[in-house]
């Protein structure tokens, strides 16, 4: 069963003090992994996009990563402004000819940062 | 760029009552809509796609008849809840993509979100 797992489901960090989030995935064919941020009461907000193995994308202090089983989240010395929940989602190779909109979620993961 | 507004941003109904909820693309034309529904702690479920001028596709397991989609311009759809029941209350967010070239690998612009409380 195609399923994405993100660790871990909060985390608290102090201002500047750098850290990982996890994004495991089985899925039967990997087409993309986006990375989304939300804020509470919010809708998500695009950060990335996926496409490989190997593969690595940066955005300020958001750098993320992809293997073939996972993809990681690298917070660069974090402000409180990055406090948010980060969601992770997959699009699979079976969904050819389905919906576009049907990627799979995890739940996310929840960032504080404390200043 | 790429920006998509959600109305409104929260309502409370009574149960039985029916309830719109607007997504609009502003700055781009979407030919393609989503509509998703959120619970706390849990991952974002896709309820249906919307595309212009033709019926909305349904997930498994969502009622095409309380969960009434149109999606009647390139910038507007519009999703009723019809017949509101407590257990409808959720977090409903649409999204849409602005690639108009269908890239399949798109990735996809959230509205804010509609938070639905049925009393």
């Known amino acids: 069963e195609d399923q994405v797992t993100q660790s871990p489901e909060a985390l608290r960090l102090q201002e500047g003090e750098s850290s990982s989030l996890n994004c495991s995935y089985t899925?039967?064919?990997?087409?993309?992994l986006f990375w989304y941020r939300q804020d509470p009461g919010k809708g998500p907000e695009f950060l990335f996009t996926?496409?490989?193995a190997g593969e690595e994308k940066e955005k300020e202090r958001l750098k993320a990563t992809l293997t073939k089983k996972e993809s990681f989240l690298h917070i660069t010395a974090p402000k409180p402004e990055d406090s948010a929940t980060y969601l992770c989602a997959v699009q699979a190779r079976w969904n050819y000819g389905g919906s576009q909109g049907n990627l799979i979620f995890g739940k996310g993961t929840k960032l504080s940062v404390k200043p | 760029g790429a920006v998509v507004s959600q109305h409104p941003s929260r309502v409370i109904c009574k149960s039985g009552t029916s309830v719109k909820i607007e997504c609009r693309s502003l700055d781009f034309q979407a030919t393609t809509m989503f509509w998703y529904r959120q619970f706390p702690k849990k991952s974002l479920m896709l309820m249906a796609t919307s595309n212009e001028g033709s019926k909305a596709t349904y997930e498994q397991g969502v009622e095409k008849d309380k969960f009434l989609i149109n999606h009647a311009s390139l910038t507007l759809s519009t999703l009723t809840v019809t017949s509101a029941h407590p257990e409808d209350s959720s977090f409903y967010i649409c999204?849409?993509?602005?690639?108009?070239?269908?890239?399949?690998?798109?990735?996809?612009?959230f509205g804010n979100g509609t938070r639905l409380t049925v009393t």
């Open positions: 996926l496409y490989s």
């Open positions: 999204s849409a993509i602005s690639d108009s070239k269908g890239s399949y690998n798109s990735p996809l612009h």
């Open positions: 899925v039967s064919g990997l087409r993309g």
